[in-house]
């Protein structure tokens, strides 16, 4: 491939990040923030197909399609997480004004162990299919903590993209979340790949 050539898919490429980031905030702001974890299901759905150059990926398309099938269960997820963590930091002020230590220690290693969760969830929602909710909630748990370099790699990625819109400027929060998309898309390839060749490989024995 021609430098010009290679330097305009690139391009493109980064464009069509951009617009999965813009789908994800104009699906959160338009609904109150509600559907925010539907829409980070259907952005890491679309962000995965993007990164298969081969295909030719209908963003828009894509992304509503997720929102339709994966939506309820990330919503669920969403709220649940957001009540679970508004009950946490009520936990923590009240173990801090009573100077109960161990409670603090409890609720900051629960307040972390919830954001890993939700750095998993959704894009476990958005690739593979699970035959119930207690079955989604296992396997995000046992990714997270049997793959902790890739847990680690995730927790840079989103202090990356925190320190653009913090030390850099806000108005690179599109950018920043457009390459928070892109980078947790080629982390989180690497644990889910083998997953899914053996579910295919799987699916083909059972054709056969």
């Known amino acids: 491939m021609k430098p010009e050539n290679r330097l ?8 069509n990040y951009v617009a999965v980031g813009l789908l994800w905030l104009a699906t959160s702001a338009l609904s109150l923030f509600i559907l925010t974890g539907a829409a980070m299901t259907a952005a890491h759905k679309t962000a995965r197909m993007l990164a298969d150059r081969d295909k030719s ?14 939506g309820l269960v990330s919503t669920a997820i969403f709220l649940g997480s957001l ?3 508004v009950g946490l930091f009520f936990a923590y002020n ?4 009573t100077h109960q230590d161990w409670v603090v220690v409890f609720v900051i290693i629960s307040a972390v162990e919830l954001a890993v969760f939700n750095l998993y969830v959704y894009p476990l929602v958005a690739t593979f299919e699970h035959p119930s909710f207690i079955v989604l909630l296992k396997n995000t748990v046992l990714f997270a903590h049997r793959h902790l370099f890739t847990t680690l790699k995730l927790i840079g ?18 950018l920043a979340l457009s390459l928070y998309f892109w980078m ?12 899914i060749s053996a579910l295919q490989e799987g699916s083909h024995e059972e054709v056969s």
Not at 8 to 14: N, P, T, V
Not at 63 to 70: A, G, N
Not at 157 to 169: D, G, K, M, S
Not at 184 to 195: I, R
């Open 8 to 15: 305009r898919a690139q391009f493109g490429q980064m464009t």
């Open 57 to 70: 990926v209908k963003i828009t398309q894509t992304f509503v399609r997720s929102l339709r099938h994966e």
């Open 83 to 85: 009540l679970l963590t």
């Open 94 to 97: 009240a173990a801090v004004n």
């Open 157 to 174: 990625t989103v202090t990356v993209f925190v320190w653009l819109i913090v030390r850099v400027h806000p108005s690179l929060f599109i």
């Open 184 to 195: 947790a898309t080629v982390h989180l390839e690497t644990v889910f790949s083998p997953y």
